[in-house]
């Protein structure tokens, strides 16, 4: 091979790698668009659950007596005590990870942890939902069976 032919070969190979180069960064890029977008979409999604749980709950709260209120109420400030003890460790992790360095790592794992508690948190509410589905089904056959015509 000539040394001519050598050349005009390695500037092919490099115009090839940049295109190469740059077909990947734009790839990259909209893969980030789309997970951002994915991310937006499940934080919509999530609120929109959020908000419909929000008006079960009311709708239960009204039909719900004294007692099953009371109840309520001492397990939802149950749970906001221990959100808030979360919130504030999860504070002093992220001062201890931007002190260090290490903030954007903590970040990722931090969002990670968060979005897996929401999720059990979420299949939990889905079993109250249906445990609560059953037994009014039963409470309704019940009733019905008990019933003259």
Not at 84 to 95: H, L, N, S, V, Y
Request: hydrophobic share 35%; aromatic share 8%.
């Amino acid at each position: 091979m000539r040394l001519s032919d050598m050349f005009s070969t390695l500037a092919d190979n490099a115009r090839t790698y940049e295109k190469r180069v740059a077909e990947w960064q734009d790839e990259m890029t909209a893969r980030n668009d789309e997970m951002m977008a994915s991310a937006r979409k499940w934080q919509e999604t999530a609120m929109q659950r959020q908000d419909e749980m929000n008006r079960q709950i009311r709708g239960y709260f009204e039909e719900a007596g004294e007692n099953v209120r009371n109840q309520w109420q001492v397990m939802q400030t149950a749970w906001e005590d221990q959100f808030q003890k979360m919130r504030e460790k999860g504070e002093e992790m992220r001062a201890q990870a931007t002190k260090s360095g290490h903030f954007p790592e903590w970040a990722e794992a931090y969002a990670a942890q968060m979005v897996g508690f929401a999720q059990k948190m979420q299949d939990e509410a889905a079993n109250a939902i249906a445990a609560a589905t059953e037994a009014r089904g039963k409470d309704k056959s019940k009733d019905s069976g008990t019933k003259t015509v």
